[in-house]
């Protein structure tokens, strides 16, 4: 029983192509996020959505766009990727109340050549 | 400024040693959460244990405890009793503010091998 899944878990592609990964919870939280763990495992915020409403929005290139569907799924697409998006690609969700922990998904790998 | 520093890039501990990985914390906000991560070389993130900013007693989780000093704004993680599995990367996170939906900021990692 995954509670956060992310697919595809590698994703390999080259320079300029548009390429999405989907996330989806069935925690029934109300709140998921993309981070970007980088090649010096450094892990960033990129996007937060509350009940499908975006809340955060960190300093993102906007060739990376999230959508929110329904509560459950968030999906990231990139436009036009370059050598520097060559990451990986975590999606989170929590449920609003003190603790608030977030739980990861497995990550995607994303190379791009 | 960094808001999480892990000062400990590797850190060695013998199998059933306890081992301290240092966190300390820099924010103005009287409100806030801190939280340490276990990622091992598969590559998942795994949630170990949560202090709150308004927390008076310290936070224990089985064999994690997390060594919370308001005043010098430092959420060590105790591990008591290391086990070869304990072997992985470990993250402090911090999130601010009252905000239940807030993001993680996430120190540098440390680096955790457990020799037999």
């Known amino acids: 029983d995954t509670a956060v899944s992310q697919t595809p878990k590698y994703l390999v592609t080259q320079m300029g192509n548009d390429k999405s990964i989907k996330c989806e919870q069935n925690?029934?939280?109300?709140?998921m996020y993309w981070y970007k763990q980088d090649s010096k495992k450094f892990l960033k915020i990129m996007f937060s959505?509350?009940?499908?409403?975006?809340?955060i929005n960190e300093t993102v290139p906007n060739r990376f766009s999230p959508k929110s569907p329904d509560k459950a799924h968030l999906n990231l697409h990139i436009n036009s990727l370059e050598l520097g998006d060559s990451a990986v690609y975590f999606c989170?969700?929590?449920?609003?109340?003190?603790?608030?922990?977030?739980?990861f998904g497995p990550g995607t790998r994303l190379t791009v050549l | 400024a960094q808001k999480i520093t892990q000062t400990q890039p590797g850190m060695f501990v013998q199998e059933k040693e306890a081992v301290t990985l240092d966190c300390t914390y820099d924010t103005s906000d009287p409100s806030y959460g801190l939280f340490w991560y276990k990622q091992p070389s598969s590559g998942e993130m795994i949630f170990l244990i949560y202090q709150g900013s308004y927390d008076q007693q310290n936070a224990t989780e089985g064999r994690y405890s997390l060594n919370f000093q308001k005043a010098r704004k430092s959420a060590n993680l105790v591990i008591s009793a290391s086990q070869l599995g304990d072997s992985a990367m470990y993250f402090c996170?911090?999130?601010?503010?009252?905000?239940?939906?807030?993001?993680?900021?996430f120190g540098q990692g440390t680096i955790l091998t457990v020799h037999p």
């Open positions: 959505y509350n009940n499908k409403e975006l809340i």
């Open positions: 925690l029934g939280h109300d709140t």
């Open positions: 996170a911090m999130r601010e503010g009252r905000t239940s939906y807030g993001k993680l900021t």
């Open positions: 989170a969700s929590s449920q609003a109340n003190r603790q608030n922990e977030q739980f």
